[in-house]
Nanobody, 122 residues
Framework: QVQLVESGGGLVQPGGSLRLSCAGS????????VGWYRQAPGKQRELVTFIDRYGRTTYADSVKGRFTISRDDAKNTVFLQMNSLKPADTAVYYC????????????????WGQGTQVTVSS
């Protein structure tokens, strides 16, 4: 049974940092692409970043230069380092295991974590 478990969310002041973790079981992250999504209240879930099986990364323009996705194969865990956080980053963050279309787009599959709340506020 595939399970993804996110952790690391919390309340942080603008300009602060958080590191989210997505631990996988029943799935090998190094054989998949893994994406981080977020969903703010009243908004659609959006793709923030993903890492493919080769370790190549892609970022949404809104987080480029501030967020970094990485993977630890020994721990089967994907991390999202978030720096210079803004109130607009407030959302529930979800990880997903999927694949990458030959054109480069991330294709989510049905493996989702439960989400972790990130709140950026003074």
């Amino acid at each position: 049974q595939v399970q993804l478990v996110e952790s690391g969310g919390g309340l942080v002041q603008p300009g602060g940092s958080l590191r989210l973790s997505c631990a996988g079981s029943g799935i090998i992250f190094s054989l998949k692409a893994v994406g981080w999504y977020r969903q703010a209240p009243g908004k659609q879930r959006e793709l923030v970043t993903f890492i493919d099986r080769y370790g190549r990364t892609t970022y949404a323009d809104s987080v480029k230069g501030r967020f970094t996705i990485s993977r630890d194969d020994a721990k089967n865990t994907v991390f999202l380092q978030m720096n210079s956080l803004k109130p607009a980053d407030t959302a529930v963050y979800y990880c997903n295991a999927g694949s990458v279309h030959f054109g480069g787009a991330y294709i989510p599959e049905s493996y989702w974590g439960q989400g972790t709340q990130v709140t950026v506020s003074s």
